[in-house]
């Protein structure tokens, strides 16, 4: 990734690798973030840690998922701070996005905590079932200041963040909820995942400008799923009017390693490798 050009990468944590019960954080999974930091600082890299992921539903802890709504708070403001310890001297550390692409239910209570199947995993997670007669905005509130106060009480420095779905792409009605005024006071950034689409690029820029709140904004996930690399191309070209940063994807194989495949899957890896490089380049 740094021969890419790359300075920034994302790391996925498991909430059930992390930790062995609502208390107890796996200190063999602790050691091994420890060994990753350590390599992140030799290699000049700076890590995106994204925490609390419940991708897989067959390693989410049973117990886990049985807990109430601030029992659970509890167990990921634990895990943020075990993981904000481990990590608070490292100069490496771009940043703990708090989970990825967090949902709050509407007006009817929910059963789930996972939400958005996508090619088997859940990439979306709720932070509560049922709001008993609260707004999103208060709740949406509490969870950040509760999760914000665990990692401050550990790492006074680095920043905190948390990826959202920019549903205003969609509803043109809707408004950021975790970047509104009443929720984003204790995060530090702006955090968002776009994936614009042919024919659309102009409405995604429309859309990412509603979370220019007076704070930066990172583009924390995008790749040609929805459009070409030529239209993503565009599409960062004229996001640099709203966004400091941007952050794709990379699986392991290398754009030669790619070039050897006849799969779609690797072609479309490698047009968007191609363009993170050219535009990696053209930063330096």
């Not at 419940?54 to 049973?62: G, I, L, M, N, S």
């Not at 608070?88 to 703990?96: G, H, Q, R, T």
């Not at 408004?175 to 005024?181: C, G, M, V």
């Not at 929720?183 to 024919?199: K, Q």
């Amino acid at each position: 990734m740094r021969q890419l050009g790359a300075n920034v990468v994302r790391i996925h944590l498991q909430v059930g690798k992390f930790m062995r019960g609502p208390v107890e954080p796996n200190l063999a999974s602790l050691d091994q973030l420890g060994r990753l930091v350590k390599l992140a600082e030799r290699e000049r890299l700076y890590l995106d840690l994204t925490g609390l992921a419940c991708y897989h539903k067959a390693d989410v802890p049973t117990w886990y998922d049985a807990l109430s709504e601030q029992a659970r708070w509890d167990v990921q403001a634990c895990f943020w701070e075990a993981v904000a310890a481990r990590c608070a001297e490292s100069p490496a550390i771009f940043c703990y996005d708090l989970m990825n692409e967090p949902i709050l239910p509407g007006d009817k209570k929910e059963t789930d905590w996972l939400a958005g199947e996508f090619a088997g995993s859940y990439f979306v997670q709720r932070i509560s079932l049922d709001l008993a007669g609260r707004t999103q905005q208060q709740v949406a509130r509490a969870w950040v200041d509760r999760l914000a106060k665990a990692i401050r009480s550990r790492d006074d420095h680095h920043l905190i963040t948390v990826g959202v779905i920019p549903w205003v792409q969609f509803f043109p009605q809707a408004k950021p909820l975790f970047y509104s005024k009443e929720v984003a006071e204790n995060l530090d950034f702006a955090c968002v995942h776009f994936y614009p689409e042919t024919g659309k690029i102009d409405q995604a820029i429309t859309s990412l400008a509603a979370y220019h709140i007076g704070k930066p904004v990172v583009i924390e996930e995008t790749f040609p799923l929805k459009c070409s690399a030529d239209e993503l191309d565009e599409f960062i070209e004229k996001s640099q009017a709203t966004a400091s940063g941007w952050i794709g994807f990379y699986w392991g194989k290398t754009p030669d390693e790619c070039r050897q495949s006849n799969t779609l899957s690797e072609a479309l890896t490698l047009a968007w490798l191609e363009l993170f490089q050219k535009r990696a380049n053209d930063l330096d």
